[in-house]
């Protein structure tokens, strides 16, 4: 176990087996989207989180069936319009093919992700939509391959819980972000205490629980990183009716948008 301390909280998995896990399971949705899952998927979350009804009902249902997002990272703020966009954790390309539908034909998408089988996914849809203006690029989120201050605007949905080093990837977010540039993600907030035990259970991690931070916790992290004028949206109970409920109960674990800026 890999033990490291940050300036907002510690690290107490292995990055790399952490890694591997992610990849196993989220392999499971990029396949085989109607199966059983912890948490809600495909076109009903999109619903339930308030994704634009007319941008989801223009697109195929295997641009939505692998989304597994745990909030509307658009509801936290306008993308303009030309902009350039970095979605953190990708997928299967859902958040990217949203953000390219606001940012129009002039912006561009980057969509970062390090599973094979989620890449395969959003490459074949974003061909079969004519995406001219969507990119999919892997790679990890401490690594990003995206040059500096290239986005106006870098958005993740779910994805920061899962990753061991979250200060690295927001460090990573700042470099790739123009001056002026806006974060805006999604993720969850964990309001109970997780035993130390638990912080150290890799499934745990990968139902989204060990992961999360308190929202005070995301709140400092995210100024640490050299971000400011932060907002944070209010809780979504993004388990509700979900596999994974008890769990998100028994941790009061919900989900919020965050949005800060680079200064």
């Known amino acids: 176990m890999i033990e490291k301390t940050t300036t907002a909280t510690r ?23 109607e199966g059983q899952f912890h948490f809600h998927t495909g076109r009903r979350l999109a619903e339930l989180l308030d994704y634009p009804a007319d941008i989801c009902a223009a697109l195929p249902d295997e641009a939505l069936a692998s989304f597994a997002g745990v909030d509307n990272p658009f509801g ?35 969509g970062v992700d390090m599973t094979p089988a989620m890449l395969e996914r959003s490459r074949r849809v974003a061909e079969q ?13 401490e690594a990003l391959p995206v040059p500096d201050g290239w986005a106006d605007v870098v958005i993740s949905n779910g994805v920061l819980n899962l990753v061991a080093d979250k200060a690295k990837v927001l460090a990573e977010a700042h470099r790739v972000l123009r001056p002026g540039g806006v974060l805006q993600f999604a993720d969850i907030a964990v309001g109970g205490e997780v035993p130390e035990a638990a912080k150290c259970d890799i499934e745990l991690w990968t139902d989204c629980i060990a992961g999360g931070l308190s929202v005070d916790e995301w ?7 050299g971000f400011a004028d932060l907002a944070v949206g209010l809780a979504t109970d993004t388990f509700g009716g979900a596999a994974g409920e008890g769990r998100a109960r028994a941790f009061d674990v919900y989900a919020h948008t965050f949005r800060a800026g680079r200064p």
């Open 129 to 141: 939509l004519e995406a001219g203006n969507v990119e999919f690029r892997e790679g990890i989120l």
């Open 11 to 33: 690290i107490t998995v292995d990055p790399e087996a952490l890694r591997a896990e992610v990849r196993v399971k989220y392999s499971e949705v990029a396949t085989n989207p």
């Open 219 to 225: 709140c400092r992290l995210i100024e640490d990183a």
């Open 76 to 110: 936290a703020g306008r993308l303009p319009v030309g902009g350039r966009v970095v979605d953190l954790g990708s997928g299967g390309g859902f958040d990217c093919f949203v953000a390219a539908e606001l940012v129009g034909a002039t912006g561009s998408v980057i």
